[in-house]
């Protein structure tokens, strides 16, 4: 018998049950949203049917169970269209948002390169992007990575000079996954159609978090993850604008044409039932969730400034995700700073790279010198965090960085000088 969640719309009851707080204050504050999200408990209920009672394989519909679980799959890929505002037809199922861009962007140039061989993309994509292009380089492409400002941000004028006639993608993405800044993707999308070269946008970070009209933007292909917007790890999606000449992706799976041939394999319908109800919570919520974790995002800026002098935000301060927070700590070191507060889950970097030692390659790009971007976290909020987990959060930050800097002699002079 398989045991099902009852259903509540109310967000503390989620909140405890997702993030186990019915034994108290005592479990840590999950603050690392950017990371990863905890799957809703709505989604989970969505998906257990297909584990043990409905677990046809949906390419097998020559029965019932096959013709269920396809049928589940087709459900899923309309809820995920409705919220891209694009035709079910047009979303590939994947494992993830890093094999959507390998797939937009390695089989997209395969596809044209008898047109081209010049690829264009920025130096503070995900490494799923940026690696992708250094594979590509070593196939004989050539990619220009244009720079950002000190804000984050691209210049679009550079950008369109850096078209050539053998340009055939341009990929940037959506919000960075780091410092939370928003392109402007509807005018890299006007670029791009401008001059006939196809546009692949990794929204993986704004999907669920702001609106995001495929028609509207311009954009070709599109990355997303079932596992940043709580739905299950493992599950993605690419978007593959139909109709656009060219804009035909070579597979990088081959094995029984699954997916209109783009991706084979043997569909998780599990996990696909999963991003589906995602992405339909996610439409539902989205303009007052906002609101709500801006709020939040807001209240705890404030209340570090109000007990930490020295502190910066990165990013640009408007365009940015409401959710999302990267804070340099002058004086301290971001990882001594987690260690310091065991109580609070930040990351000192993205989830991809924060296992090295080497400062944030995209706050060295904007400029930032290194022994600030050692001194940077990033708290990202979600869904199911409330105000007292703010207020706990807030005040660990606090004693931690406090503790660091009486450790600190630098710290100890900017004081004596004012």
Same mark, same amino acid.
């Given at each position: 018998m398989i045991r099902k969640?009852?259903?509540?719309?109310?967000?503390?009851?989620?909140?405890?049950?997702?993030?186990?707080?019915g034994q108290g204050s005592s479990r840590a504050v999950y603050l690392d949203n950017a990371a990863t999200t905890a799957v809703d408990p709505t989604v989970l209920e969505a998906m257990l049917p297909y584990f043990c009672e409905q677990f046809g394989n949906a390419a097998s519909i020559g029965h019932d169970f096959g013709c269920q679980a396809q049928q589940a799959v087709q459900n899923a890929r309309g809820q995920v269209a409705a919220l891209l505002n694009v035709d079910p037809r047009e979303i590939i199922f994947t494992s993830g948002a890093t094999e959507s861009n390998n797939l937009a962007i390695k089989g997209s140039v395969e596809k044209l390169r008898e047109k081209g061989n010049h690829i264009i993309t920025g130096v503070i994509e995900h490494k799923a992007v940026l690696d992708s292009c250094k594979y590509l380089e070593t196939r004989g492409f050539e990619v220009t990575y244009l720079p950002v400002d000190s804000l984050g941000m691209l210049d679009l004028a550079q950008l369109e000079e850096s078209i050539t006639e053998k340009t055939l993608l341009i990929s940037i993405m959506a919000a960075n996954n780091e410092i939370g800044t928003i392109n402007p993707i509807a005018e890299i999308g006007a670029i791009a159609n401008r001059h006939k070269v196809l546009f692949h946008c990794d929204a993986t970070q704004a999907v669920g978090k702001i609106p995001i009209?495929? !028609?509207?933007c311009g954009?070709?292909?599109?990355?997303?993850? %079932?596992?940043?917007?709580?739905?299950?790890?493992?599950?993605?999606?690419?978007?593959?604008?139909? %109709?656009?000449?060219?804009?035909?992706?070579?597979? !990088?799976?081959?094995g029984g044409g699954h997916e209109n041939g783009y991706r084979s394999g043997t569909l998780n319908v599990p996990a696909i039932v999963g991003l589906g109800r995602a992405c339909e919570l996610c439409g539902e919520k989205m303009t007052g969730e906002s609101e709500r974790i801006g709020k939040l995002s807001q209240k705890l800026l404030r209340l570090l400034r109000e007990n930490i002098d020295h502190i910066k935000i990165n990013g640009h301060p408007e365009?940015?995700?409401?959710?999302?927070?990267?804070i340099t700590f002058e004086?301290?070191?971001?990882? %001594?700073v987690m260690l310091a507060m065991p109580d609070v889950a930040v990351s000192s970097g993205s989830a991809c790279t924060s296992a090295t030692l080497e400062p944030s390659y995209v706050l060295r790009a904007m400029g930032i010198p290194d022994e600030l971007a050692?001194?940077?976290?990033?708290?990202?909020?979600?869904?199911?965090?409330?105000?007292?987990e703010i207020d706990r959060a807030a005040q660990s930050v606090v004693r931690a960085v406090k503790k660091m800097r009486d450790l600190s002699p630098l710290y100890e002079e900017a004081v004596k000088s004012g």
């Open positions: 969640f009852e259903t509540k719309t109310n967000n503390e009851v989620a909140h405890s049950r997702v993030m186990g707080n009209d495929v !028609q509207e954009i070709d292909l599109l990355s997303l993850s %079932g596992h940043k917007i709580y739905g299950p790890k493992g599950i993605g999606a690419l978007f593959i604008r139909r %109709g656009r000449p060219g804009n035909r992706p070579v597979p !990088q799976m081959h365009n940015r995700l409401g959710s999302l927070l990267n004086f301290v070191e971001g990882e %001594g050692h001194g940077s976290l990033r708290f990202s909020l979600g869904r199911f965090n409330t105000e007292e």
